[in-house]
């Protein structure tokens, strides 16, 4: 799994070990295919990261890129439609166009910019040219600025003009998509990426939260793992994934990014209190779970209200946490349910009014899995 805003980093790193790299992506999609436009993998000789649908589509595609490593021909980009049914025998039924790009070291400087964009969050589009001299060559436009090029200064405007106006229209809640489009007689990729990466604290590096930790590493989170116990966290974690080994748990929930998504399951009731107490003065999260039992909610929810705390700021705290249809209590099944909520009240949220907009985060009704 590779999520929409790594596969520059994995795609530079090779190349900067002069390797050569094929970046594969969904282009355009009709009918039933098993992902949507703007999927990516990248490929290079020693590895596969991501996914355009896995089944003999992948191999296919898998094939091609590799043959593309292996060849000595210019780097390029070009296009290959794939009715699923009829050449591959998939039951999808539908169509793909992916489109492939052999990269050089070229293509580090608009990689460099696209790494720029991810980390302040900005919403870019990449534009390159299909079967053309030019086909490596990238232009790389946000809202108010373009960098690189495509060959020419004409085609350049032509095509911030177009990506500008895919940028900002209506599709906001996809973290990226791809589509083919003529400027002229040049045939373009724009592919568009919104950085969307969901901002997820989470605090304890006990059994269940190292569970949910690897769950979150399957999904396009940034993840900041909280504990004061720092000789606990693993030797390893997903590449998502930073450890903070701090005993001021509140300040990480003071000055974490609006719209995060927040799970509270320590080692310590009291230290738990204290960070929901923290967390219930702020009216900006996406989520705000705390694992336990329906009598745990109960029990801080009267110290809460005894020290002040609204009514109101309490409905915003999830717990019991993973209350769907799983029960199990294994630190998996936990994981994998408090996951699949996160996402659900994410996606959710990726439809709601920007932040600042004082929107309550969703409450989950007191039902499931106690502790």
């Known amino acids: 799994m590779i999520a929409h805003t790594l596969w520059h980093a994995i795609a530079r790193e090779a190349l900067a070990r002069g390797q050569r790299v094929v970046l594969v992506v969904v282009a355009s999609g009709t009918g039933s295919t098993p992902r949507e436009t703007g999927a990516v993998m990248v490929v290079t000789p020693e590895r596969v990261s991501g996914t355009v649908g896995g089944g003999h589509l992948e191999h296919e595609a898998l094939r091609m890129a590799r043959e593309a490593i292996a060849s000595s021909a210019p780097a390029a980009q070009w296009l290959v439609r794939f009715p699923l049914a009829a050449r591959l025998g998939q039951c999808c039924g539908g169509v793909s166009t992916l489109c492939f790009a052999t990269l050089d070291s070229s ?52 095509a911030v003009a177009l990506a500008r106006s895919r940028l900002a229209c209506a599709t906001s809640e996809r973290t990226g998509e791809t589509f083919v489009a003529q400027a002229g007689p040049q045939t373009l990729l724009v592919h568009c990426v919104r950085p969307h990466a969901m901002p997820v604290l989470v605090f304890g590096n006990g059994h269940v939260g190292r569970a949910l930790v690897q769950v979150l590493g ?46 509270v399951m320590t080692h310590s009731h009291a230290l738990d209190f204290d960070i929901v107490e923290a967390s219930v003065s702020r009216d900006d999260w996406t989520y705000v779970g705390l694992i336990g039992s329906k009598s745990k909610r109960a029990q801080f929810e009267r110290r809460l209200l005894a020290r002040g705390t609204s009514p109101e700021a309490l409905r ?15 630190p998996g099944v936990i994981a994998v349910a408090a996951a699949a909520e996160i996402l659900a009240v994410r996606e959710a949220s990726m439809f709601a009014p920007a932040a600042g907009d004082s929107r309550p985060g969703r409450a989950i009704p007191l039902r499931g899995r106690s502790a």
Do not use: M
């Open 316 to 330: 915003r705290l999830t717990c019991p946490i993973g209350a769907g249809p799983l029960r199990g209590k294994s």
């Open 218 to 263: 399957a999904v396009d989170a940034e993840v900041r793992w909280i504990d004061e116990r720092e000789q606990d966290f693993p030797d390893h974690v997903p590449a998502n994934v930073e450890t903070i080994a701090t005993a001021d748990a509140t300040y990480e929930v003071a000055t974490a990014p609006q719209r995060a998504c927040l799970v």
């Open 107 to 158: 293509a580090i400087a608009w990689l460099d910019t696209i790494a720029a964009c991810v980390r302040a969050r900005t919403p870019f589009a990449i534009v390159g040219r299909i079967a053309s001299a030019q086909a490596c060559q990238r232009l790389v436009v946000t809202a108010d600025d373009a960098r690189g090029s495509i060959g020419d200064a004409t085609l350049d405007s032509a």
